[in-house]
Every structure is written in C-alpha cells, then in structure tokens.
DNA sequence: ATTTAAGCGAGACGGTACGTCTCGTCTTCTT
DNA sequence: AAGAAGACGAGACGTACCGTCTCGCTTAAAT
C-alpha cells in the first residue's frame, strides 16, 4: 500500500544545516551526533526515556543510519560505555590486591556516575533481560572486555601469591557481583568505607597471605629487585 | 464500513463465564486468574513479552482491574515471586556456613529455574532500571524480605564464630552479587563445582575459623585469635 | 524488545483537551474529528499529502483509533466521500434521458469541485492500483452505491423507451468512464457544452426514441395512461 | 560492534560485472538494463511494489543514474509503455468504425494484458493523482501520442459517414473512459460480447449510417435520411 | 427493601516507540 | 563526465503497549 508521497519537496521542517552522506561509507559527523545524543539521552532520562526515535530527533540523524551502524539498542549502549570508556580509568597496580581493588573500584564508580556509562551499563543488562540478543552481546561483547582490567588485577594477586590461582575465577565473580549489585539498586555513591571492607573480605577469601613479604608458597613472578 | 466491530454483544472471545464481581470487595478469582496469567506469561515469554495488555487478555480481565491492585508491573512480578514462594525453600541449618550456603543457593537456583520465579525477578531487577517507583518497591519491598533467609545463614554462622559479625553484611552483599550475576547473564544451570567454591570462599573472607570444632550457637562470636 | 518505558507521565505535550474513551464503544466525537481532518488533509494536499500519521495529528487521535475504524486508507476514503455525500446530489427526473444526465453531471462534477470528494474519489481510485484490498473496496463498496443513482436515471429511461434494456449497462459504463477520464486528468471545470453532447451522444447510442412521443419501435413500458 | 557492514568491499551483491560509464554520455547499456527492471517490477509488483530503489537494485544500477534520465517515476512509466509499445499495436482499417474499434480495442486489452503496459499506464494514472507533473506528463506527453491510433480510426469513420464531424472527439472520449473504468478496476479480460456492444454503441451514438453500403471515403459525411 | 458503593470485564481513547521502507540528494571512487 | 555504490535526513508505514477513561453489570453493605 505504499505510494508516491512525494516528500521530496523539503518544505520547512527544521532549521538545519542537513548533514549529508560523504559517500558511500560511513559519515563519523553522523556517528558523533548519534552516540552523543544517545549518551545525553540515558543520562538524562536513564533506560526508561530511552528510545531510538528519540536519539534521531535529538542527533539530527534518520532512523536507518542509526539502525544501520548499531542495530540493536544493545549495541547503542555498548557503543555508548565504549566511548566514554576511552577516557576512563587506569588499572591500579600498588603491589597489593586489597589496594588494587579498593582504588579501582572507587575510580569505576566515581566513572559510573560522572558520566553515562552507569547508566548504559544499567541499560544493557535490562535490556539483556528482554532480548536474547542483547544477552548475547552483553554475554559475548561486552563483559570480556571489560573485565579484562579487574582480570589483569587478580593476575597479578596470583602472581604475588597473594591468592591460589584456582580461585581468581570465583573471586573475580564475587567482586564483579557486588558491583553489579550495587549498580543495579542505584547505591554506588562514594562509599570508601564499604568499598575497603569488601576488598579486604576478597583478600582474606583468596589466601590472605601478605603481599609485602612475597608469597612463601610460589616464586613471585613479577618483576623482582633483588 | 465505519462499523466493523459490535462490542454492544457479548460475542464469545473466551469461554465465556463472565466472572463478575462479588460485591464492594477484591475478587479472590480474578486475583487468582491474573497472577497465573503473569506467571504463565513470564515463564513463556519473560520480560520481553510481558505486557499488561496480554495478562488481562488470558486472564479474562479488565486493565484496570490490575491497575487497581498492582499499580505497576514491578508490584505484578513482587506478586507472581512471592506466590511461588509460598511454596519454596528451607532454610538449612547443618551448623556450617559453608554447607549451609552451598545447599541454600542450589536450592534457590534450582526454585528459579523450575518456577517463574526466576523470570520474575529478572524483570523486577530490569523494571528497575526503568522505574524509579520499581527501584523503590526492589530495594524497601523485595528484597528485605527476600533477604531475611540468607541473612538469618550469616547471622547463625557469626554466633558460631564462623565469621566475624562486622563482617556479615558485607560477606551477604558479595554473595548475593554472585547470584544476581550469575540470574542475569542467565547461568543458573545446576553447577555445582563452582556453587561449593563460592561458598568456602565467603567462608575463608569471613574468618574462616572452622565450625566443627564449635557447638552450634554457643561459641561466642567475633574474630577468634587463639 | 518491548520495556518499560513510562510514557504514562504525560508530561507537556499538546495543549488540548484529550478526548477520551466513553466506554467501550466507539466515541462519535473522534469519529467526526478524524473523519474532518481527512477530508480538510485531501483538498488540501491531495492524495500525494494524505499520511494516517498526519490525519491522526489533526485529528488529535492516537493512530490505532484511526485504524481500528477504517483499517486501510481506501476505508478512510470511502467514508469521506459517503460523509460529503450525504447532503450532496438529487438524482433528476425530467422524463427526458438526456436532461437528467446533463443535470446530473453538472452537479456531480460540481459536488466533486467544491466538497473534498473529487479529492477522495480520485485517491480511492489511486489507492486501488496499489492495493488489491483498496480495489476490492472499490468495486464492491464504493461503485455499487455510487452508481445506484446514475442507475436509476438509466433505469427510468428504460422504462420510458428511450433506450433498450439490453444497451442500459453498456451505456451506464461508457458514461461512467467519460467522468473518470475528467475527474482523473483534473478536467471536471463546468463545461456545459461539452457534458450536454456526451449526454445526448448517450441517448442517441441507446437508440434515441424521443421521450416526449414515447417510443414507437418498442412497447413503452412504463406507466402508461391510455 | 560499530561495523557491520564492510562497505569497502564489492561483496558481490549482483552478478558483479559492474557497468561502467562509457564516458560523458549516456549509456544504453544502463538504460537498457533500468527499463528491464522496472518492466519486470511493474509485471510482478504493480504499482504498490514499484520503488526507484528496487528498480536500482535490480538492473545494478545507481539511483542518480536513474534519477538522472528519468526525473520521475512518471517518466519511467512512460518510458516502459512506450518500448512496449514499439511492438505493439496495428491500427486496424476495415472500413467499417465498429469492426475497426472492436479489433482495436480486444489487441490493446490483450496488449495491456500480456506486456507490463497496463500494469504501467495503471500506475501512471495513479502517480499522476498524486503529482501535478506527473499529471502533466500524462496529459501533454502521453495521451496524445497513446490516443494518435484511435483519433485516426475515428477520423475515418468521419471520412467515410459514419460518424458526424462534430461529434468525433466527444465519442472518442466515451470509449477511451470505457478503456479506462476496465482498466483501472482490473476487468481487461477477454469480454468479446462487452466490447463489441460498446463499439456498436458508439457508432449508433455517432449517426450510425451503415458502412457497408458506402464506399470508404466518398460517402458524404452527416446522419442520411433516405 | 431500597439505595449506595465498589469491583469487575470490556474495550475505546490519545500517545508514542517499534523496526522497515522509500524518498530524493549527496559524495566518492572507478572507468 | 558518466556510472555504480551506498550513506544520509526525513518521515510514513501498520502494530504493540502504555495508562486512563467510561460504560453496563453484579453483588454486598448501608440505609
């Protein structure tokens, strides 16, 4: 039932300068527009307010490029949080896993609520729960590459001796929960108290052994000075 | 052509009984009839194809009748949770920490998989994200309740010296972290290696002071430095 | 991918007044609105400028409202034009073929200029070379009523042995045709001289009996007064 | 996550010859492979499925391209008839106006039939309720040169007495809109007893002098009364 | 015994987002 | 300079669901 609208004549609409193609590739003013607007979007209105018609009005953009380039919501999120993410947090490296994590996770945090990310992570688990797909790339996508940091953290605990290697793995998933957690009920304000006492408990469930003394069980393999 | 529906007459659509209502009081039925209706539609469809609209439809009632008794979809999935778990599970209580968590959680995981239940407190945690109001129905109506259980594990294992009591509510959060990772990145399948090993780990963070050698209930809590 | 969205704050918008339901039935006052905003949409833009999107903006009405009453455009066309009609034509009886055609057309042609159903007879039409379903509507719906009339003029000429019964059809058809052709190559301007030669040409192709003499080939078979 | 597409590449698509410009000139080549695809479109899709960019897709060719030569889809269905056309249509000389329009008319019906040729001047008439300049294309660019044929036969017909001068035009306009009520509601079938009716018609409404009895071309012109 | 009051099924209502389609324009690269 | 390619902004398509509303009915409690 479609028929010849004849929508060629502009007349009026908005005030614009009319971004255009560049050609047959991709056009980064439209990608910019585009992951902008969704960032200001989610921060604004968080996962509720979030919608595609939304972030074209507001970029400027037609749908299809934006469904072209990230066709998913999921995607938009994750392109969102990769994009901030660039900007973002070193991996601590003290020598200690307790202060390792403790200063990790107060930057992530600080992160998390300084920018959208929070609110793009906080997004793309919900959305995770209504579309397989989005599970799929949050599963496959996102969670490795963003976990590669806390990993490089726990490698070198276990290096250290500080914890059995047999159970970085299970650690790393207690520590991940209890961001999760707090993210998920919105409570991730500066809670330094909070944040030292769970990387300690991550210590001590790891072996607790000192890591000024150099672990007595395992040659440390990271760079010595003797 | 302007008339193609007759809603003056009854026309079939379901079976037909028509159940009415009983009176200046909520109906025992039609709450009935909703809340399977929620439960049977989470279970098939889960989050994404959760609607109010779809709910009334098989449960053969009016949207506002469910606007009445769950203004929001958040207070339907607390509804369809609790009911299911009436039914649910035991608290155990072998006098160890470790035994106690590993049996509760496969318990619980087993209880989401096999109920609705599962499904409903994934799309509570999602509406959340969504919903302020859903936010605050988790955090002061959900989970202090859903909570209690666990809590009563920790509190059990501190009066047995198994783990300090300052840190309990901490050694809680990580672990709930843990399941709330595991429910929403969907691997509650029945792992048992890896349940076991969460357990002994919140143990050792806790303390770790064996609980054996401790009759139940009469050790005297706290950190242990003999 | 449904979520939660909260669209129920209605925050801002329009100004007006939101005409809501009345019940579960049909509200007459929407049925006016949008109805009005079709016909006001296709004089002045035609079918080119005619969108469901823009009659439900003027009409203030939600989408599926239109819809629901007239499931395709053809639908919202036929009631257009019915609408228009009901205060339009008197099908003439002069006793004489060739003055009820020509008075017939002129005023149908003018009914076509000044209402909006030149416009909407011209869409249906238009709509019915895309749609099978619109075509449908048009010769099932729409042509049978519309011809009624034309048929009755045709009919009493029959009746008074003006032309055969056998050539009535044929001849309703090529008087049919004469108009599409003006109405859709947008020449239906008052041209008196040349609808009184087609509807002349018309008598005279179906035999040209004068009326007033009563015909001398053929029983008459009207309403005979000897 | 931001490239699915891998625009770089050809990645085969079509068969992948890749037509080329043949310099600043136009390519027949292209043009030949654009009027195909629209043809074939037309032939299976009709006017709803018809758009430039399948048309594009199917003959490999780019849209300014098509856009260039043909500025509108008017365009490109004038085009389409009239290179059907070319092997169309005899104009038929029997001496005798119902003969030759009954001949004329079941070659065109089948013509319109068997090639996309209805199929276009359906969507022609249909673009042109929806753009003046299509309208205009179809008023001065087509039907004069569409209805060239007719006009001769009946201009015979005046030569040989058939038919009064001064009526010539207003039959030919009865019979073309008795070509296009059929057309235009899909009832081209093979109807012989239809058409040769309504060609018997238009000779009786023209005067009717016999044919037979006059030699073509002497008989002087004008209804006889002997 | 009648009135009042609330629950109930039904479904229409105005909105709005969904993801897809086509429009006509634009730019770049290739020939 | 023509041609293929395809990105681009725009916006319509028809459907789904949102939360609110008004209806007509039924039943129980208050008069």
Redesign the pocket.
């Known amino acids: 039932?479609?028929e010849?609208?004849?929508?060629?004549a502009p007349e009026a609409?908005?005030t614009?300068h009319?971004?255009?193609?560049?050609?047959?590739?991709?056009?980064p003013a439209?990608?910019t527009?585009i992951l902008g607007a969704a960032r200001a979007l989610l921060a604004e209105k968080g996962y509720a307010g979030f919608?595609?018609?939304?972030v074209a009005r507001r970029a400027?953009?037609?749908?299809?490029?934006i469904?072209?380039?990230w066709?998913?919501?999921a995607d938009l999120f994750i392109a969102v949080y990769a994009a901030d993410k660039a900007a973002a947090i070193a991996v601590p490296d003290t020598g200690d896993l307790a202060a390792d994590l403790s200063v990790y996770t107060k930057a992530l945090w600080r992160f998390w609520r300084e920018t959208s990310s929070g609110a793009a992570f906080r997004a793309l688990i919900a959305e995770a729960q209504a579309s397989e797909q989005a599970m799929i790339a949050l599963r496959e996508k996102f969670l490795p590459v963003r976990l590669a940091d806390l990993g490089c953290v726990f490698t070198r605990a276990v290096e250290r001796g500080e914890i059995a290697a047999a159970d970085a793995p299970a650690l790393l998933q207690l520590y991940i929960g209890f961001h999760w957690v707090h993210l998920l009920t919105g409570r991730i304000a500066e809670e330094t108290e909070l944040i030292e006492q769970a990387a300690r408990l991550i210590v001590r469930a790891g072996g607790g052994a000192p890591a000024t003394a150099a672990a007595p069980t395992a040659t440390p393999p990271g760079p010595r000075h003797d």
């Open positions: 039932m479609s010849p609208r004849n929508p060629g609409g908005h614009g009319r971004r255009a193609s560049i050609g047959a590739r991709r056009n439209a990608e527009a919608s595609i018609d939304e400027g953009a037609g749908k299809p490029t469904y072209r380039w066709p998913s919501k």
